[in-house]
């Protein structure tokens, strides 16, 4: 986690942050990377599996052997709107009561506990489960 990217200016919020986890059950690990700072802007996602990859990003999607070699490519000009837009769209939406709002706040505690585990990660320097922070 960082705190001081932009040289000669002090501020206290983080600016960077790397999240490495795992879900044990499902044999699923990940690497999470948040910046304000860090260019060019940019949204994307990696999936590894052991029969290859997927990349997705705004207006590309591609299709990886597990090698490396590129084995299908899917673009679009006019690039698919922001995850992060959709939501606040979606939002506003729910607020006007023009959409229903399918999730409970409650559902997003497990999102708060993987935020609330990664701090203290940081704390205390080692892996910190997510469910230690939810009411089971």
């Given at each position: 986690?960082?705190?001081?990217?932009?040289?000669?200016?002090?501020?206290?919020?983080?600016?960077?942050?790397?999240?490495?986890?795992?879900?044990?059950?499902k044999r699923i690990w990940g690497s999470l990377l948040v910046?304000?700072?860090?260019?060019?802007?940019?949204?994307?996602?990696?999936?590894?599996?052991?029969?290859?990859?997927?990349?997705?990003?705004?207006?590309?999607?591609?299709?990886?052997?597990?090698?490396?070699?590129?084995?299908?490519?899917?673009?679009?000009?006019?690039?698919?709107?922001?995850?992060?837009?959709?939501?606040?769209?979606?939002?506003?939406?729910?607020?006007?009561?023009?959409?229903?709002?399918?999730?409970?706040?409650?559902?997003h505690f497990n999102h708060l506990a993987f935020i609330k585990?990664?701090?203290?990660?940081?704390?205390?320097?080692?892996?910190?489960?997510?469910?230690?922070?939810?009411?089971?």
């Amino acid at each position: 986690m960082s705190a001081q990217a932009k040289e000669g200016i002090s501020y206290n919020a983080e600016d960077t942050v790397r999240v490495i986890f795992k879900y044990e059950k499902k044999r699923i690990w990940g690497s999470l990377l948040v910046s304000r700072v860090i260019p060019p802007k940019q949204e994307y996602l990696d999936v590894y599996g052991t029969r290859g990859i997927i990349h997705l990003e705004r207006g590309k999607i591609e299709r990886y052997l597990p090698n490396g070699d590129l084995i299908e490519s899917l673009k679009r000009e006019y690039s698919w709107p922001s995850a992060a837009q959709d939501q606040i769209e979606y939002f506003i939406k729910v607020i006007r009561k023009e959409k229903e709002n399918i999730s409970s706040p409650e559902f997003h505690f497990n999102h708060l506990a993987f935020i609330k585990a990664a701090y203290k990660s940081v704390q205390i320097n080692k892996y910190v489960n997510p469910k230690e922070f939810l009411d089971l």
